[in-house]
Structures are given as structure tokens and as C-alpha cells.
């Protein structure tokens, strides 16, 4: 795991923009899975801004977002697919057919699971996964007790993450307590991960994450095993970390042997 500490959220939003745009400059066609949520909300402002100022383009990128709510047609506003509309895809050149996102009003939503997987498989496989951390340790909305090697499937969401996204719905408005989300086996698949997190709400999921024992209870732990993530932090959510001192050191001894 590679951890990268920097001071602000507008700083871990630059980051992740130039591994996004490394990863499509290195191959135009690449596969991105994307995440919502407030977190990567700074690295999409930068993708719209590169791809305005000519520096970027998708034009034949695919991406696969990671999860949707159950109950919610694709133009509900509090919908994901209206979330990636809004916040990233009605603003760059990417071919709108090119990206999915579960169909969170699907007639056999099981089904539907299985389709996004066979539509994942048949586009190679995700080239870079962008991720946010559920205060509970969450990825995607695989919640604490997930299977670490679950597929795509319909999950329950906790109270305390349904309290936390409350903040998007009016009061009186429907709020889905189930969602279709991509597995954590699905996820462990991509070939390159990117975690983001900022803010003080999340350093004990950080720390539990990066430092904890590989379990369930922290389903994001499971990334301990993947061979390619790099965990993108500020220092609000870096607070709690035993060994920050050490992360921070290989970072500075990385970028000496780039040099
Ligand atoms: O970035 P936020 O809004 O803190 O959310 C964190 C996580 O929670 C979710 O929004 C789901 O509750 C994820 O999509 C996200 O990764």
C-alpha cells in the first residue's frame, strides 16, 4: 500500500487527477471505475478543468461506476447516474454509452448484477478504481460484515451510513436503504486502485484501514492485499496513523529515486 499525506483535499484532488490522466495517457481506452460520494467531488472539478484547458481527454474512455441506490430511476436526482451526470460526465467528452452505472430500477435486479459483471469482464477489466471510505470502513457500499470476496449483488445499507448520506435527501424525500454495489472481490480485480479520503470523520476508518488486521468489520482492510493501491490522504484523515512519520519517508525516499 502506498500512502501519500498531503495538507488539503484540493491537494489529494490534484493527485488523483494526474494518476487518472497518467492512466489515460498511458492507454486512451482505459477502463475507469468511478466512485460518488462528496470525497472525489475536488478530483472531478480538476478532470473537467484539464479536459477544458485541452489537457485531457476521454474521449474513449469507459467507465463503470461502483454502486447505485435500489429504488432509484437512473434521472431521480438523488440518483448516482444524475451524480455522475451532474458532477462529471455532462462536462467532459466522453462518449455517454461508454459509461455504467448499476441499474438501480432494474425488473431483476440479480440479474442485473450478473450483467454488470459479464460488462466488466467483456471491457478487459478496470484499468484504475477510484474509491472513497465510508466512515465505517466501507468501499462501495459493501458495509462492514461484506464477504471480502463478494461480487456485485444487492446490499443492505447501516443505519450509520444511511444517517451519513441523509444530507443529500429533503427530508420528505424517499432514501433507498438498499443499493446494487460492485463486490469487494469485484473490486480486489482492478488493476490499479486510487483511495481517497480527507477530513478528521474519517481517520479511525483510515487507521483501521491501512494499520488495522485484515477483516470484514473494515471491509477497505482487504486492500492490504491488492498488490497496486495507493491510499490518497489529507491531514485531517491522516491524524490517527501510528506510522505516519515512516509513510511520509517512503514517499520522500520514492520520489529521491524517481530523481
Ligand atoms: O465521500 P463521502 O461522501 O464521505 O462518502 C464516503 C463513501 O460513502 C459513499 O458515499 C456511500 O455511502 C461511498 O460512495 C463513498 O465512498
Known amino acids: ?6 495538507p ?5 484532488a490534484e493527485y488523483a487527477a494526474t494518476q487518472i490522466q497518467q492512466q489515460i495517457a498511458r492507454r486512451a481506452d482505459s477502463v475507469l471505475g468511478l466512485a460518488t460520494g462528496s470525497t472525489p467531488l475536488h478530483t472531478y472539478a480538476q478532470l473537467i478543468e484539464r479536459v477544458r484547458r485541452g489537457k485531457l481527454s476521454f ?6 461506476n461502483l454502486d447505485e441506490y435500489l429504488g432509484l430511476a437512473a434521472d431521480h436526482p438523488q440518483s448516482y447516474r444524475s451524480f455522475m451526470d451532474q458532477h462529471l460526465f455532462s462536462h467532459i467528452d ?5 459509461t455504467y452505472v448499476p441499474d438501480g430500477m432494474a425488473t431483476d435486479p440479480q440479474q442485473a448484477c450478473a450483467d454488470y459483471e459479464l460488462a466488466i469482464r467483456a471491457a478487459g477489466g478496470i484499468d484504475l478504481q ?15 460484515s461484506s464477504s471480502l470476496g463478494s461480487r456485485t449483488r444487492i446490499k443492505t445499507l447501516t443505519s450509520a451510513t444511511i444517517a451519513d448520506n441523509a444530507r443529500f435527501f429533503h427530508a420528505d424525500e424517499f432514501q433507498p436503504h ?9 473490486i480486489l480485480e482492478a488493476r490499479q486502485i486510487t483511495l481517497l479520503a480527507t477530513g478528521e470523520s474519517k481517520a479511525p476508518a483510515v487507521q483501521a484501514m491501512i494499520e488495522g488486521a485484515i477483516s470484514a468489520a473494515c471491509p477497505a ?3 492490504q492485499m491488492h498488490p497496486n493501491v495507493t491510499v490518497v490522504i489529507d491531514e485531517a ?9 515512516f509513510y511520509q519517508h517512503i514517499e520522500q525516499e520514492n520520489q529521491r529515486l524517481q530523481r
Request: charged share 20%; aromatic share 4%; proline share 2%.
Open 237 to 245: 484523515a491522516a491524524q490517527q496513523l501510528k506510522m505516519r512519520d
Open 1 to 6: 500500500m502506498k500512502v501519500i499525506i498531503l
Open 8 to 12: 488539503d483535499a484540493q491537494a489529494v
Open 94 to 98: 466522453i462518449n455517454r454509452e461508454n
Open 59 to 64: 474521449r474513449a474512455v469507459r467507465t463503470f
Open 221 to 223: 482492510s482487504i486492500l
Open 130 to 144: 477510484l474509491l472513497g471510505l465510508g466512515r465505517n470502513g466501507h468501499i462501495g457500499f459493501n458495509e462492514p
Open 178 to 186: 438498499l443499493s446494487i454495489t460492485m463486490g469487494i472481490g469485484t
